[in-house]
């Protein structure tokens, strides 16, 4: 079956950085577009980055030029290198894998910038 399986969470300060990372098996992880969401309390899911197959790269524009989405195919692993963090930076981080008509999504890693 799918699995995503996020790490690389924690608490840090403002300015400070992060690096998520997110395995996936059961996918064929090469062919499949990857998205980093976002979820802080009280407020909806929102997407941050995504990278297709292609390499072809999106980020939502609270976080451009701050944080960075990449990909490592041969581990079947996609990153999320955060920067310049901000306290409403904090959040639940969620990769997710469309595939289909299905959408597989990791179990969370919380993020947490104290200010």
């Known amino acids: 079956q799918v699995q995503l399986v996020e790490s690389g969470g924690g608490l840090v300060q403002a300015g400070g950085s992060l690096r998520l990372s997110c395995a996936a098996s059961g996918i064929i992880f090469s062919s499949n577009n990857m998205h980093w969401y976002r979820q802080a309390p009280g407020k909806q899911r929102e997407l941050v980055a995504s990278?297709?197959?292609?390499?072809?790269?999106n980020y939502a524009a609270s976080v451009k030029g701050r944080f960075t989405i990449s990909r490592d195919n041969a581990k079947n692993t996609v990153y999320l290198q955060m920067n310049s963090l901000k306290p409403e930076d904090t959040a639940v981080y969620y990769c997710?894998?469309?595939?289909?008509?299905?959408?597989?999504w990791g179990q969370g890693t919380q993020v947490t910038v104290s200010s």
């Open positions: 997710n894998a469309p595939r289909g008509f299905e959408n597989y």
């Open positions: 990278i297709t197959s292609g390499g072809y790269i």
